[in-house]
């Protein structure tokens, strides 16, 4: 008979194998500027790789080029939420803002890998069709129905 010590533990390394997570990793082509990743008022990198150990949700992220706000303010922002979806439409869904008081900064871009490759968008100029300008433009948002899907943020890329 199993013990009730070696069944808790294969039950959580049963769920650790299957654990959701995502990784958003950034490429800063400019150089200059600090990536910055940003979820809750909090900062998750400065540039480094993030690991997000379950859904990420509502985080933004910018190149600071010391002209930019907290919250990305004067900059062209990514917005992201990666979460695995759990219905088809609820998956991960990822898009550049240029709603003020946001506004072009550098060009930025992103795409999805481990799933949905391919998938993304490039913002190159202040005119950019890819991006938000109002709340209405849900068009332009890049959406991923792929479990554990990450993303690559490149700044200076065109």
Same mark, same amino acid.
């Given at each position: 008979m199993l013990s009730l010590r070696l069944v808790a533990s294969l039950i959580a390394l049963v769920i650790g194998v299957h $654990?959701? /997570?995502h990784m958003i990793i950034f490429d800063n082509r400019c150089g200059y500027?600090? +990536?910055m990743l940003k979820a809750n008022g909090q900062t998750l990198s400065t *540039? *480094? $790789?993030y690991i997000s150990n379950g859904p990420l949700t509502a985080a933004i992220a910018y190149l600071q080029t010391g002209t930019c706000g907290d919250n990305g303010e004067n900059c062209v922002t990514v917005e992201t939420t990666l979460v695995n979806p759990t219905s088809p439409g609820s998956g991960s869904s990822t898009d550049l803002s240029l709603i003020p008081p946001h506004a072009f900064s550098v060009p930025t871009g992103f795409g999805y890998f481990n799933g949905c490759? *391919? $998938? *993304?968008a490039l913002c190159a100029s202040g /005119?950019? +069709?890819t991006a938000f300008f109002q709340p209405s433009d849900t068009q332009v948002q890049v959406a991923c129905q792929t479990n554990n899907v990450n993303l690559a943020i490149t700044f200076c890329a065109n």
């Open positions: $654990a959701e /997570s500027g600090t +990536p *540039g *480094g $790789a490759d *391919g $998938a *993304g /005119s950019c +069709p």
